[in-house]
C-alpha cells in the first residue's frame, strides 16, 4: 500500500449522543493522509453520525452532544478557536442522496466559492472547469453550465455533488454512502475520481457494499453499534478478519 | 353490517370525492359566472375613470378604484416585512421552544378574529389615540395587522418545508447561516412565501368591514394623500347592494374580480421570471 503513513485525522475517544442515545461509543480511529479510508458498517452503525461530526454538520442539530476528540492536522475541531464555515471548506462532504441546489449547473459548482473574498472571474472558472473535470463531468456539461441542475440524471448530479466540494480545494472529502442508488456507469465514474483524488485530497468514504470498499479503499474501519470493530488494511479486512462479527458481516451473515 | 368488497368501496369513495369537487366547482363558477355575466357587458372606461355621481347611482367608481389600490400598497408595505420577517424567525432562528408556541399561537389566534373587531380596535388605536383620523394609513394599519397571520404561516410553512439536505449542503459548503439563508432557503421558498402575500393582497381588496370603519366610507372623492378618507371597490359594492343599486354593484364586483385574478397572475409571472433568471444563474 502507499507509503505514505502520516495521520491526517486522529479521533480519540470520542463519544457522541443524541439526547440520550449513546450513538458513537469512545471510539479512537486514525485516518491517513492521502489515502481512501472506508469506514464501513451496517445501517444505524453510527458511521453516518461520525461523518456529520468531522465538519461538524452535527452542531446543527439540536440536543446533541459528544465528548473525546477529533484532531485534523493536530488541532481538535471543536476548540472553540476553530471557525467552523473554514473547516466545512477544508473538509468537504458529499451527501448519500446527491442533493444539488435549485441553480444552474455554473451556480452549484461555485456556490462554495462565492463566499469567499477577493476570488477573481477568472480564477472562478478555472477553478469551475477543474472541479468539473475531476468529477468527470465536464464533457457532459460544458455546453450547459447555466441549466438548472436538478435536469441532470441522478448519476451526473452526483458528480455534481463531488464537483462542488472539489472546487472549495479542500484537504480532506467525506462521501456519505457514496454512490447508493447509481447506475454501474456513474459508479464506475466516480470510483475512478475517487482513486485520481487520493493524490492530493484525505478521502473517507462510507461504501453502500464491500464490493465498492473492496474495490477503492486502501483501508476499512469496520463499525458495529457506535464502536469500532477494527480497522487495518484493506485486503486484511476483507480477506482475514480478526474479529468473528467482521466476518460475520463481510459474509454476509447479516447487515 | 354489511360488508363491502374493496372494489365497491373504491368505487363510492370515487364517486362520493369526485361529487364533492363537482359541486365545490360549481358553486364557484355560478357565483363568479353571475357577476361576471352580469358586470362585464357594463365594464367601460367611462365606468373607470368617471367621479360616482348621485352617490354610485350615476357615473363611475374611479376614486375607490385610487382608494383599493392605495390601502393595498401600503397594508402591504407595512405587512410584508413583519409578516416574512417573523416566518423566517421562527422557522430559522428558533427551536421550537416556548417563544415560538406563543408566537404561533398568537398569529393563529389573530387569524380566527372577526374582521368588525379588527376595525374597532383600528379606530380605538389608529384612528384615536394616535390620532391618524379616518384615512387611508388608518385602514391601511389595521388590515396589514389582519393580514399577518396568514403572511406569517405560509412563509413560514414555505420555508419549513425547503428540504434540510439543501441546508446541509450549503453549510458544508462553507456558507454561514445567513448566507445559507439566502442563497439556498429563500429561492427554494420564495413562490410559498409569495404566495402568502398574494393571499393577503386578495384579504386587503376584498376587506370591507374594518376599512369602512377605519377609512371613513363616506367620501367619494379621489384620495389626495395617505392620511385622506377614502373608499375601497369592496365598501362601494356594500354600500351599493345594501342601497339597491344592484347594477352598478355588480359591475364593481366585477371589476374587483378582475382585479385579483390580474394580481394573481402578474405577481406569478414575475415570480417565474425571477426564478428562472435564478436558476440560469444570469446577474
Known amino acids: ?255 | 353490517m354489511i360488508k363491502l368488497t374493496a372494489r365497491t368501496s373504491e368505487r363510492i369513495a370515487k364517486v362520493f370525492i369526485l361529487s364533492i369537487a363537482v359541486l365545490i366547482m360549481g358553486i364557484l363558477i355560478w357565483i363568479i359566472g353571475d357577476i361576471l355575466l352580469n358586470g362585464i357587458p357594463h365594464i367601460n372606461f367611462s365606468f373607470l375613470s368617471q367621479m360616482p355621481r348621485n352617490m354610485g347611482r350615476e357615473g363611475g367608481i374611479f376614486p375607490t378604484i385610487v382608494g383599493t389600490l392605495m390601502l393595498t400598497v401600503l397594508a402591504i408595505l407595512i405587512a410584508v416585512p413583519f409578516g416574512v420577517g417573523a416566518a423566517y424567525y421562527l422557522a430559522e432562528y428558533t427551536k421550537g421552544g416556548i417563544v415560538t408556541r406563543i408566537i404561533r399561537f398568537g398569529a393563529e389566534s389573530l387569524a380566527g378574529i372577526p374582521s368588525i373587531v379588527y376595525g374597532i380596535f383600528g379606530v380605538l388605536l389608529f384612528v384615536e389615540i394616535l390620532g391618524l383620523g379616518f384615512s387611508i394609513i388608518s385602514g391601511a394599519l389595521t388590515v396589514s395587522i389582519m393580514i399577518l397571520p396568514t403572511i406569517i404561516r405560509t412563509s413560514e410553512e414555505a420555508l419549513l418545508a425547503v428540504p434540510k439536505i439543501y441546508r446541509d449542503a450549503s453549510f458544508s459548503l462553507g456558507a454561514t447561516k445567513w448566507q445559507t439563508i439566502r442563497c439556498a432557503v429563500t429561492p427554494t421558498a420564495i413562490r410559498g412565501i409569495v404566495n402568502g402575500v398574494i393571499l393577503g393582497v386578495g384579504r386587503c381588496v376584498a376587506e370591507t368591514a374594518a376599512v369602512m370603519l377605519t377609512m371613513g366610507g363616506n367620501v367619494l372623492a379621489v384620495p389626495s394623500s395617505i392620511s385622506s378618507s377614502g373608499r375601497t371597490m369592496a365598501v362601494h359594492f356594500y354600500i351599493l347592494a345594501q342601497e339597491g343599486v344592484m347594477q352598478n354593484a355588480y359591475t364593481t364586483a366585477a371589476i374587483l374580480i378582475i382585479l385579483i385574478f390580474i394580481i394573481n397572475i402578474g405577481t406569478n409571472a414575475v415570480i417565474d421570471q425571477f426564478i428562472s433568471k435564478r436558476t440560469k444563474g444570469a446577474r
Open chain 1, 1 to 255: 500500500m502507499s507509503g505514505n503513513t502520516a495521520n491526517k485525522i486522529e479521533i480519540k475517544n470520542f463519544n457522541f449522543y443524541y439526547g440520550n442515545k449513546h450513538v458513537i461509543k469512545d471510539l479512537n480511529l486514525s485516518i491517513r493522509a492521502n489515502q481512501i479510508t472506508s469506514i464501513f458498517g451496517p445501517a444505524n452503525s453510527g458511521a453516518t453520525t461520525l461523518l456529520r461530526a468531522m465538519n461538524r454538520l452535527s452542531d446543527l442539530e439540536p440536543s446533541t452532544r459528544s465528548t473525546g476528540q477529533i484532531l485534523i492536522d493536530g488541532q481538535d475541531i471543536n476548540d472553540p478557536k476553530v471557525n467552523v464555515t473554514d473547516l466545512r471548506r477544508k473538509v468537504g462532504k458529499v451527501f448519500e442522496i446527491p442533493a444539488p441546489l435549485p441553480l444552474s449547473i455554473y451556480d452549484n459548482v461555485t456556490y462554495g466559492l462565492k463566499f469567499l473574498p477577493g476570488k477573481k472571474k477568472q480564477e472562478i472558472l478555472d477553478t469551475m472547469e477543474w472541479a468539473l473535470k475531476t468529477a468527470a463531468l465536464w464533457d457532459e456539461v460544458k455546453d450547459r453550465l447555466h441549466d438548472p441542475a436538478l435536469g441532470l440524471s441522478g448519476g451526473q448530479q452526483q458528480r455534481l455533488c463531488v464537483a462542488r466540494v472539489l472546487a472549495l480545494k479542500p484537504e480532506v472529502i467525506i462521501i456519505d454512502r457514496s454512490c447508493s442508488g447509481l447506475d454501474p456507469i456513474s459508479t464506475s465514474k466516480i470510483e475512478e475520481s475517487l482513486i485520481k483524488l487520493k493524490k492530493d485530497f484525505t478521502v473517507i468514504i462510507s461504501p453502500h457494499n464491500i464490493a465498492q470498499a473492496s474495490r477503492v479503499s486502501d483501508r476499512i474501519a469496520f463499525i458495529l453499534m457506535g464502536e469500532l470493530v477494527e480497522e487495518n488494511e484493506a485486503l486484511q479486512i476483507l480477506k482475514f478478519p480478526k474479529d468473528q462479527r467482521t466476518s460475520d458481516f463481510i459474509t454476509g451473515r447479516f447487515g
